[in-house]
């Protein structure tokens, strides 16, 4: 019992279903066992989904024939073959790709505002901006911080966090701080060569407390 519950479960996470995609009336083709001329045509296609979603179509589309009035299925081949041809895939059965595209596309989108903000926050330093600065050694990242403190012209000044993480991070640990007894200069250049290397990571202005910024030792 406990297989056909799971595989129900997998059934209604992804799968295999048909859609009628069109339906017609033809009125130029006749019963052969009733004789009217109301002929009832659906045009189905499978498609794959997920949750229900539909990613998209696969396979031949499909033509059920049957009359309207009696209900009999009739065959004709030239008829299913040519509503098969003109009958086109509606745009719904590619909704799982339009979505994907559209969440590729909006995420580049926000990677290059993300990179041009940077870059403005770069070129204009603050005081009080943060700096996530990584630095690469032996295919190793590791990561500390730079919390900008005086800017003199073309001069940066910063003091650097306590202590070096060797994963991503976006604040600082609890018993982490900025250590005003070493500070640092910077030339704005440097500042821009360091950001088209990569090394600096993120910029944070308008930062809050929670991250632990404010904590100078």
Do not use: W
Not at 6 to 11: K, P, R, T, V, Y
Not at 155 to 166: D, F, K, S
């Amino acid at each position: 019992m406990a297989g056909n519950l799971n595989g129900i479960s997998m059934l209604l996470i992804y799968g295999r279903r048909k859609a009628r995609i069109k339906k017609y009336t033809d009125i130029l083709q006749s019963c052969k066992n009733c004789g009217s001329f109301d002929i009832g045509i659906k045009v189905y296609r499978d498609y794959f989904h997920i949750f229900f979603l539909p990613i998209f179509p696969f396979g031949h589309k499909t033509v059920e024939i049957r009359c309207n009035n009696c209900g009999e299925q009739i065959r004709l081949d030239t008829v299913k073959k040519q509503y098969e041809d003109n009958t086109k895939t509606p745009f719904f059965l590619y909704a799982g790709l339009i979505l994907f595209a559209g969440l590729i596309l909006f995420l580049i989108n926000l990677n290059l505002n993300t990179q041009k903000e940077k870059s403005r926050s770069v070129e204009n330093p603050m005081v009080g901006d943060v700096y996530r600065i990584r630095k690469d050694t032996n295919n190793t990242s590791t990561y500390y911080f730079l919390r900008l403190t005086q800017i003199n012209g073309d001069t940066v000044y910063a003091y650097h966090n306590n202590l070096e993480y060797g994963g991503y991070v976006n604040k600082l640990n609890d018993d982490d701080f900025f250590n005003k007894d070493e500070e640092l200069i910077y030339t704005r250049k440097e500042l821009k060569q360091m950001l088209d290397k990569g090394e600096i990571n993120a910029v944070e202005r308008n930062y809050s407390d929670y991250n632990g910024f404010n904590r100078v030792r």
